[in-house]
Structures are given as C-alpha cells and as structure tokens.
C-alpha cells in the first residue's frame, strides 16, 4: 500500500537511506554520502508533505517524495512547472528485482500526469551508470549532464506523464532476477 508519508515514518525512511547508501559503497558507488544532509531532506520531505512510503504487512518497504525542480539542475529553458520530479526514490533490499520499482515509477508519472504535468523528471548520481541504465529502460530519455559543484548528481532524465507505462517484458525479466 502506498501512502503519504509522516514526520513518525521518519526512522523507516532514514533506515531505508542508510541501507542504501551502505549496498551502494560496497558496490563501489560513492553516493549519498552526506548522511546528516540526507536525514534532513528526508525530514523536510516527510513535513512538507511530498514523500510517499509503500507498507507491507506493518513495515515501510520503499519511499519516494515527489516535489518541484531543484533549480541547481532544471532551468527556465526547461520549462520546469510542466513536470513533477522524483527524489530519494528507495526500495529495501529484499524488495529490489520484484518489479515494485516498476509500479512505483507508472505510479510516480500518473501523479504527474493527474497534477497537469507533462514529465516525470529526475537527477541522478552522475557517475552511477548503472542506474542511469535502469531509468532508460524504463521510458525514461536522458535530456543532459550538467556538473553543479559541491554535488554528485547532474545526469538528467525525464519521461513522459501520461501514456507510457513499463512493458510487461520488462516486469517479468525484473522478477525474475
């Protein structure tokens, strides 16, 4: 079931966080490495209103927040007010290959879709191809790379709102791995 989120979902958030940041190091990917900064987005998503948590039997299994265009990346020129953009997109390791990433992803773009919006954009770590790979094959087109300093994201994707849904190829080959 997903729902918004609240200030108590706070520590099944940061939990979520801190698992990922640990199964990214050991896989050689130096991201979210800002633990203090990260607790306090999370936090400032969860009061704003803007970050959504999927329960399972009584435990947060995943969190994404869905908010407006962090102006470091997406400029005027993008036209950001024609997207919703997805952060902290987290899904706990033993939920990871079961395709839930795929329905949150069509879940995320039909919020998009249901607030006006075009798009669903999203920044991703720069030098983390893999996930860059993971967005394109699910819809989503690379638009560009941009290099803000002090920040490791800059590689920036959108997909369409409405009409594009991950093929069910796709879900099945997810499941299966």
């Known amino acids: 079931m997903i729902r918004k989120g609240t200030l108590d979902d706070a520590d099944a958030v940061v939990a979520l966080r801190v698992e990922a940041e640990t199964w990214l190091h050991a896989a050689g990917i130096q991201q979210w490495v800002d633990r ?46 024609t997207a919703l953009y997805l952060y902290k997109f987290m899904i706990g390791a033993a939920h990871r290959g079961t395709g839930l990433g795929d329905q949150l992803l069509d879940w995320a773009c039909e919020q998009a879709r249901a607030r006006g ?47 594009i849904t991950v093929p069910e190829v796709v879900h099945s080959a997810v499941c299966r791995s």
Not at 61 to 78: E, H, I, N, R
Not at 122 to 150: I, K
């Open 36 to 81: 203090a900064r990260g607790i306090r987005n999370i936090r400032d998503g969860l009061a704003a209103g803007n970050t959504y948590v999927v329960e399972e039997r009584g435990a947060i299994v995943a969190s994404l927040t869905l908010a407006g265009a962090d102006p470091d990346f997406w400029t005027a020129d993008d036209d950001p007010d």
């Open 117 to 163: 919006k075009r798009w669903l954009r999203l920044d991703c770590w720069r030098e983390n191809t893999a996930l860059q790979r993971y967005y394109l094959r699910r819809g989503f087109s690379h638009v560009r790379t941009v290099v803000v300093p002090g920040r490791g994201s800059g590689a920036l994707f959108q997909r369409p709102a409405a009409g």
